[in-house]
């Protein structure tokens, strides 16, 4: 969706590019642009973090970070179906196996092993709808970056652009 990077046969330039439901947008740029690398601090003569490829790069981060919640999500799913296929099959087997072999004396012990995998895999659930809530909540954050992106790409086609 976004991205820059050096113009390949001109060193001193750098492309910078967005792409939307309109298509890709590109705009050339020199190699001390501020609106690429970010503003100049006065006090420090040091670079802002409030340049396109700043904003780039926390993107990525904010991607990584989605990517990685998902996983957190989906292992928490795959918990919680583990544990209540393990009560299922503790209560039907065992409870089979111990009305067949002791006429349902150790029912009470196999009742209570199912009862505590079922409970695991309603932890396990409740972690999951933890998780999904804080990537929902990292997505908005990814839709916060994406919009100072195409604000950024749209603040240098207005700055720099003027003749």
């Known amino acids: 969706m976004f991205g820059y990077g050096p113009a390949k046969d001109n060193p001193g330039l750098y492309m ?7 298509g890709t947008h590109y705009f050339l740029t020199d190699s ?11 006090l420090t003569d040091n670079r802002r973090d409030d340049g396109f490829v700043h904003f780039i790069q926390e993107r990525a981060d904010k991607v990584e970070e989605i990517d990685d919640k998902a996983s957190d999500v989906l292992a928490e799913q795959n918990n919680r179906i583990s544990s209540h296929i393990l009560a299922v099959a ?11 072999l002791t006429g349902g ?9 199912a009862l505590a995998a ?3 895999g309603v932890f396990h659930n409740g972690n999951r709808l933890t998780e999904e809530h804080r990537l929902e909540l990292l997505q908005v954050d ?7 992106l195409k604000g950024k790409f749209t603040q240098t086609l207005a700055v720099e652009s003027v003749p």
């Open 16 to 22: 910078m590019w967005i792409t939307d439901e309109a």
């Open 32 to 42: 001390d642009s501020e609106q690429l690398f970010g503003t100049i601090d006065p």
């Open 90 to 100: 503790v209560a039907g087997i065992g409870g089979l196996t111990c009305t067949v």
């Open 105 to 113: 004396a150790c029912l009470v012990a196999f009742a209570g092993a």
């Open 118 to 120: 079922w409970g695991k």
């Open 142 to 148: 990814l839709d916060e970056i994406n919009a100072r």
